[in-house]
């Protein structure tokens, strides 16, 4: 089973930028879809990008539209989130995860999860 570590959270002033990896272990990451999430506070969880095994990307946050970008890199078993332009209601836990299905967006799919990095946009 494939264990995730994400890294690069923290604190962001409004229009600045951060990036998110995530590393995967214990499988390689070629063999799964991928997922970006957040959760903000009193919010539900929301999708962002998924990106399925074979590469295709899929925004399913319009908020997000021309200031994220998600990818991956099966060589290193690791994906990103490259956040720019930050606003504060970008404020949220962020979440990578997996699914063993070639191609989904839908968050019941995705069983493995990392365990959440802060970002935190304020002034």
């Known amino acids: 089973q494939v264990q995730l570590v994400e890294s690069g959270g923290g604190l962001v002033q409004p229009g600045g930028s951060l990036r998110l990896s995530c590393v995967a272990s214990g499988s390689g990451l070629a063999q799964y879809a991928v997922g970006w999430f957040r959760q903000a506070p009193g919010k539900e969880r929301e999708g962002i990008f998924c990106?399925?095994?074979?590469?295709?990307?899929?925004l399913t946050s319009p908020a997000v539209a021309g200031r994220f970008t998600a990818s991956r890199d099966n060589t290193q078993n690791t994906m990103y989130l490259q956040m720019n332009n930050l606003k504060r209601e970008d404020t949220a836990v962020y979440y990578c995860?997996?699914?063993?299905?070639?191609?989904?967006?839908?968050?019941?799919?995705?069983?493995?999860w990392g365990q959440g990095a802060q970002v935190t946009v304020s002034s």
């Open positions: 990106i399925s095994k074979n590469g295709d990307t899929t």
């Open positions: 995860a997996t699914s063993d299905l070639v191609d989904t967006c839908r968050a019941v799919h995705y069983a493995n």
